[in-house]
């Protein structure tokens, strides 16, 4: 059966000669994947260009209830701006898709979580303010949606942060993972990042990366492990 897809672009690997397989996170469906021809023709260049991490189109696939992988045609981009001609987007974008294809590798469809990672994208692509910072912002506002967000509102002064309950406390729990005090103010005063204030956040690269490194731990501790993600080491160079 043919169907309508609004698509975000994940990781394409080859499979054979002729073809190649595409993750993609969709609109109707969760996470799929699409067997689409490889090549080095114009034409599968073009494809190439479409398809990269972080790209957003849309499609119809011949979706079918059996083993076999779709196929898609009138594939079309969503939006005005192409990742083309600027590698630090395009890095940036990278993340984000693997950091989705890893994260939702058994997911089922989820309109407000789709709906807010293609928002982002969009915002990302058109933005050119505070863009060192905004794979910050797009893991810490996707925390709400993950269901994993913490509860600022059980902040004070000198409070610990519990990475397992997601909730500031005034003692160690037992557990063991938790942030010191320094840390646990940080956690509390980067939750206000958002899209209309992440130009004012001025960060050190060391403090950037430091940043990410206890997100990406934290999201571990409630998923599956995000330390082998290929495309942290490239983002870790970025925005020196």
């Not at 994947?33 to 972080?54: D, K, T």
């Not at 005063?189 to 490194?213: E, G, P, Y």
Request: overall charge positive; hydrophobic content about 40%.
């Amino acid at each position: 059966m043919y169907t309508t897809l609004d698509c975000i672009a994940l990781r394409t690997v080859r499979h054979s000669d002729r073809h190649s397989i595409l993750s993609a996170y969709t609109r109707q469906r969760g996470r799929m994947s699409f067997l689409i021809p490889a090549g080095n023709g114009r034409e599968a260049a073009r494809r190439r260009a479409m398809l990269m991490p972080g790209s957003r189109f849309s499609c119809v696939a011949d979706v079918r209830d059996n083993d076999r992988l779709p196929t898609m045609r009138d594939v079309m981009p969503r939006g005005t701006h192409s990742l083309n001609g600027d590698p630090v987007k395009a890095a940036v974008t990278l993340f984000i898709a693997d950091f989705i294809n890893t994260l939702m590798r058994d997911s089922m469809p989820d309109e407000l979580m789709f709906e807010y990672c293609d928002t982002m994208l969009e915002f990302y692509l058109v933005n050119t303010r505070g863009t060192a910072n905004f794979h910050l912002l797009f893991l810490i506002r996707m925390m709400h949606f993950a269901g994993i967000e913490p509860d600022r509102s059980t902040y004070r002064p000198g409070y610990l942060f519990d990475m397992i309950d997601g909730v500031f406390r005034s003692s160690a729990p037992l557990h063991g993972r938790f942030l010191e005090h320094d840390e646990a103010h940080a956690v509390a005063t980067l939750l206000r990042m958002n899209t209309r204030n992440l130009s004012r956040w001025k960060f050190t690269s060391a403090d950037r990366n430091a940043i990410l490194d206890r997100i990406i731990e934290y999201y571990s501790l409630h998923f599956t492990s995000l330390q082998s993600m290929r495309s942290l080491d490239v983002l870790r160079t970025l925005f020196h």
